[in-house]
């Protein structure tokens, strides 16, 4: 079986998890704090707070912004449920808009109609490691979290996922592209913001009483997260040859194949191809023992209750198919997969 995701694991990460073993310390720590410096670095942002996940992450990114109960956050329906999670987590009222359908990234457009007093923050998250049009939406001048847990190393003209927001978030899953086993990271340059994600994120010595959460990474995490920062470059390049090879091979085909627009730097954290057939197409692959996977499996409409039509969403729910793309897919494999999709027969 080919899976859809596979881990790129090695020798480097078991050293990394191995030292912070041997050193008897595997709470926040050192190799956290320097986590905390590189995916700053990396995002043009002055500071970085670790937490024990994406989610935190957007947790405590909405409390570090003041969004309450009353509030209105704005996020995309195609969409991960942890935005509508953290949404709910502060009592805000989530507002859900649709998508540009030859990105699946969050529209301008929706959003700009979709803007009250009430509005607080705007959730924008970059699918699949293309960035949404985060200048557009920063126009609007509502609070962005920049939710990078999908496009790490993602770049528009030369500036990096995660420095245009106010704030920016990131997560270490093990499906993403470099991952800690779980973990996230909030990023700022606005001292009072990194103050209080830092100051939320762990209940313990704290001189005051407000509610605060255990949200700590554990070294262990981090170190392993930290590994495969470092090979971050190496594991973006080999992605993109992959996907360069599929648009090559599947262009004469009636897929509809991701498009990298001009100035976008594309990390390919998944490769997505849509089809009116994509449930058919994926019991196909399934039974030639190629594993997919479907990008967003329910829509935030499909959660709560919204008046909102969504009918680019929708489509991208029924539509999109994602196929194996990680640096440890071989040549044999790919072709295997290009292959059979060649040979479907829709
Ligand atoms: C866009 C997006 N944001 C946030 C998250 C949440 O991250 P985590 O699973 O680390 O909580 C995910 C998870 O897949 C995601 O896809």
Redesign the pocket.
């Given at each position: 079986m080919i899976p859809h995701v596979r881990l790129t694991l090695g020798p480097a990460e078991l050293e990394a998890v191995a030292k912070v073993l041997k050193s008897g310390y595997l709470a926040p720590g050192l190799v956290g704090e320097t986590l905390e410096r590189g995916i700053a670095r990396l995002s043009n942002q002055k500071s970085g707070v670790a937490v024990s996940?994406?989610?935190?992450a957007?947790h405590v990114a909405l409390l570090a912004l003041g969004v309450k109960a009353g509030d209105e956050v704005i996020i995309p329906a195609y969409?991960?449920q942890?935005?509508l999670n953290a949404v709910l987590y502060v009592g805000a009222r989530p507002v859900v808009v649709d998508i540009d359908l030859s990105t699946f990234n969050i529209d301008p457009q929706e959003v700009q109609k979709n803007i009250t007093k009430k509005t607080k923050a705007i959730i924008v998250?970059h699918?699949f490691g293309l960035m949404a049009d985060i200048v557009a939406i920063k126009r609007f001048s509502i609070p962005i979290i920049e939710?990078c847990?999908?496009s790490i190393g993602a770049k528009f003209k030369g500036q990096p996922a995660g420095s245009f927001g106010v704030v920016a978030?990131f997560?270490?899953?093990a499906t993403k592209t470099i991952t800690g086993g779980?973990g996230?990271m909030v990023v700022s340059s606005v001292e009072a913001i990194v103050d209080q994600a830092r100051d939320v994120r762990e209940y313990d010595k704290k001189k005051n009483f407000i509610i605060r959460y255990n949200y700590k990474l554990s070294d262990v995490n981090a170190a392993i997260a930290l590994a495969q920062l470092k090979q971050l470059p190496s594991f973006v390049t080999k992605r993109q040859a992959i996907a360069k090879k599929y648009t090559k091979a599947l262009a004469g085909t009636n897929f509809i194949l991701p498009t990298v627009p001009v100035d976008y730097h594309h990390t390919f954290s998944r490769y997505i191809i849509r089809t009116p057939q994509a449930e058919q197409l994926r019991t196909y692959l399934k039974d030639h023992g190629v594993g997919t996977g479907r990008g967003v499996v329910l829509g935030i409409h499909e959660l709560i209750k919204t008046k909102a039509s969504l009918p680019k969403s929708k489509q991208a729910l029924r539509e999109a198919v994602s196929l194996p793309i990680y640096p440890t897919l071989t040549a044999s494999e790919q072709q295997k997969i290009i292959t059979l999709l060649i040979n479907f027969k829709s």
């Open positions: 996940s994406g989610t935190a957007l969409s991960c942890a935005l998250p699918m939710d847990a999908l978030i997560s270490f899953y779980e996230g």
